[in-house]
């Protein structure tokens, strides 16, 4: 079951969301990323793979440039949202994030309440006017995150007290509270089990009719089943990049071939 | 290779019921740590109750002081000589005018009680009297004008002398050669003690009083002290709490890693391994030389105290921040919140209980320290007057707990020495309730992510 895909697997939306020119990334004197040139597809899941160290996780945390909280880290070239620079002087990397949400690799909700934990986001950039709004934003939000029946009982409880999947699908939904148009996902359901990972696969497919998904993984049936399109990425540079279909049944670079029939990595 | 070999024929095939000898000197090894661990806590916590044990057995006596009940005769032809009731006549009557009033009262007393004594006269009770008592009589008159005339029973100090007799302190051989008390005073108080005249009782005045001047043992206390204390404490929260948690937040969060920050961060390490005294001279030169505040002021005080505490808080405050796990975060930059908002709304809480913890060790170590006031003047000032309201409390020269007993400690009568070990109980019992304050807060704020 797990090695089919969950839904169809064709492109369906054209319109490119982020674009990246001639991006490189620099962590002090190591030059992580080279040359990347990528086109992101809008309402589309995009998985990046590639073996540990390659760049596939740095590359992701430029979109939403969370790397400005490394001082040693330098981004050159092109990454435009929407056709808008963000790496532009005028950029608020606030207002960005807002914009670009992020689920990261282990569950970290807050240790507050799981309403405060949604109701976070909308709070600081002020989305909604009184409580009853801000009631209606938090159900949205768990609902899209797939969550909602599991805790609309006890939304006052922690939320550190929820399992490992159930707190990362809270995450999901603090991140599609605050409405944002991009998703990035930092390897979701690597600290999950096969279970929680299924609920959170079937979650993603779902996302996409809204936004536009990038999923860094480990796992390549993971980007089979759930992406499609797919990024390989070795060394720091993006090797191959198009269809998830073809990636993993005709793969053009030798290397994406060695990676995907596991003879590196 | 050689290795595999050697030790492939060292090793021969044992069972697994035999211990082979390498095994036994290893268990031999963590046996001896073990019994060396054991010795050092043993060693430890005997040198803990030998030292609390001695400052109670010293000090627990400074909480009982010797009271004598004499009824005085408010005499009016020597407390009011017009016979007008006229305050201000009242008040030319000098504390050396009431002496023998009480005198007078406690012979009385010993004639009374049919108590044969050798002594011949009121003169002689001089011995067995507190000069404090005549005092605490003239507020007492001045107060209740009317009561002239009238025999009124007061609960006066007993005499230091006495008062040590009582507490076994002063023996009849050891005060051979003192000319304050002979050894027909001793007599006289062990009649008066039998007779219910002369008693122990609770020194509230030791806890709460001024100090007193060298020759008035009886009568010193702790609490003007305690309130400069406490105003240097104040002094040191208000300032040091806000200015540590502000640098040690921008320099953990927010400041570049860079050489300038490196040499800020060794030089706040270094800052708290610098000798107290070396802050005293610092505060000396520049609050009191330089700034003209006023010598023996709690403000100076406790502005040495807070460069003092300063870096015990900076490191405590980024040790609880560095504690937060970065994924806190992530996740609040994440969903778009500013540094400063994921620092203040969700870093600095988890961060609380440290930080508490923290502030409170530091005010616990500021409050016990000595040396810094020494060098300001707090040593070395009599605390004898309360200070009247807030500014003067911050400003009017005082003396602190720690500054206080050494100033005991110091003076040649012995019945100081007794009141040094009980105010080193009470500053003991001031950190003891710090501490657990500190424990209650850092229960009460813990959460786990």
């Known amino acids: 079951m797990y090695d089919s895909p969950l839904r169809k697997t064709e492109v369906e939306a054209t319109d490119t969301k982020i674009v990246a020119k001639d991006v490189q990334v620099y962590y002090g004197e190591t030059h992580a990323i080279k040359d990347v040139n990528i086109d992101i597809l809008d309402k589309t899941v995009t998985a990046f793979i590639g073996p540990s160290g390659c760049g596939k996780s740095t590359f992701l945390r430029c979109l939403n440039r969370m790397n400005d909280t490394i001082d040693i880290c330098r981004v050159q070239g092109l990454i435009a949202i929407d056709g808008q620079d963000i790496y532009d002087k005028r950029v608020d990397p606030v207002q960005l994030r807002a914009k670009v949400g992020m689920v990261f690799q282990k569950p970290n909700p807050f240790p507050k309440s799981i309403y405060d934990n949604v109701a976070y986001g909308p709070r600081i950039h002020g989305m909604a006017k009184n409580k009853a709004e801000l009631d209606e934003i938090v159900e949205k939000a768990l609902r899209r995150g797939a969550i909602w029946n599991e805790v609309k009982d006890r939304l006052q409880s922690p939320g550190t007290g929820l399992s490992g999947g159930q707190q990362q699908r809270l995450c999901i939904a603090r991140a599609v509270a605050t409405e944002p148009e991009v998703l990035l996902m930092d390897e979701p359901c690597s600290a999950l089990d096969p279970i929680a990972t299924a609920q959170v696969e079937e979650l993603i497919d779902e996302l996409r009719t809204n936004y536009s998904v990038v999923i860094v993984t480990h796992s390549m049936q993971q980007a089979a089943r759930v992406s499609q399109k797919t990024a390989f990425f070795h060394l720091g540079n993006l090797v191959e990049y198009g269809e998830t279909s073809k990636i993993f049944t005709n793969p053009v670079d030798p290397r994406t071939e060695s990676y995907i029939t596991g003879r590196i990595g | ?449």
């Open chain 2, 1 to 449: 290779m050689t290795d595999a070999t050697h030790s492939g024929a060292a090793a021969p095939a044992t069972g697994l019921l035999a211990t082979d000898a390498r095994t036994r000197r290893r268990n031999a090894a963590e046996k001896r740590f073990r019994a060396y661990g054991l010795a050092a806590i043993g060693t430890g916590l005997f040198f803990l109750v030998v030292l609390l044990g001695s400052i109670l057995y010293n000090g627990v006596g400074a909480f009982q002081q010797t009271f004598i009940n004499v009824p005085v005769y408010l005499d009016p032809e020597r407390l009011d000589k017009t016979g007008t009731g006229d305050i201000a006549e009242i008040q030319k009557v000098s504390t050396f005018g009431y002496t023998p009033l009480v005198q007078e009262g406690l012979w009385a007393v010993v004639q009374e009680q049919g108590i044969t004594t050798e002594l011949a006269d009121a003169n002689d009770m001089k011995a067995l009297l507190s000069p404090a008592g005549p005092a605490e009589i003239r507020d007492f008159v001045l107060a209740n004008p009317d009561r002239i005339g009238e025999t009124v029973e007061f609960r006066l100090l007993a005499s230091s002398r006495v008062d040590g007799y009582l507490k076994g302190r002063v023996s009849r051989e050891g005060i051979a050669d003192d000319r304050n008390i002979a050894v027909e005073h001793l007599d006289l108080t062990d009649a008066l003690r039998d007779a219910g005249v002369v008693h122990k009782g609770f020194n509230s005045a030791f806890i709460f009083g001024a100090d007193a001047s060298e020759s008035r043992a009886e009568q010193a206390g702790l609490g003007v002290s305690m309130i400069g204390s406490f105003f240097m404490m104040l002094t040191v929260l208000l300032l040091a709490l806000p200015i540590g948690v502000a640098a040690s937040i921008y320099l953990e969060e927010f400041a570049p890693q860079n050489r300038i920050t490196d040499i800020i961060e060794v030089n706040i390490s270094n800052l708290a391994a610098v000798p107290s005294i070396v802050f005293g001279i610092l505060g000396l030169a520049a609050f009191i030389q330089f700034a003209h505040l006023p010598q023996s002021a709690p403000l100076v005080g406790g502005l040495v105290l807070t460069l003092m505490t300063l870096p015990t808080i900076i490191i405590s405050t980024r040790a609880s921040l560095k504690a937060v796990p970065p994924s806190i975060r992530d996740a609040a930059l994440g969903v778009g919140a500013s540094k400063m908002q994921s620092v203040f709304h969700h870093v600095l809480p988890l961060a609380m209980p440290g930080i508490l913890t923290g502030t409170i060790i530091g005010l616990a170590q500021a409050l016990g320290e000595t040396a810094p006031l020494l060098l300001i003047g707090m040593v070395g000032y009599i605390a004898t007057n309360y200070p009247e309201g807030i500014a003067a409390g911050f400003m009017s020269p005082n003396s602190a707990m720690p500054a206080q007993i050494y100033e005991w400690a110091k003076r040649a009568d012995p019945a100081y020495y007794e009141r040094a070990w009980g105010g080193i109980i009470i500053l003991l019992v001031f950190l003891l309730a710090m501490n657990v304050i500190a424990i209650v807060l850092r229960r009460k704020f813990e959460r786990r992510w």
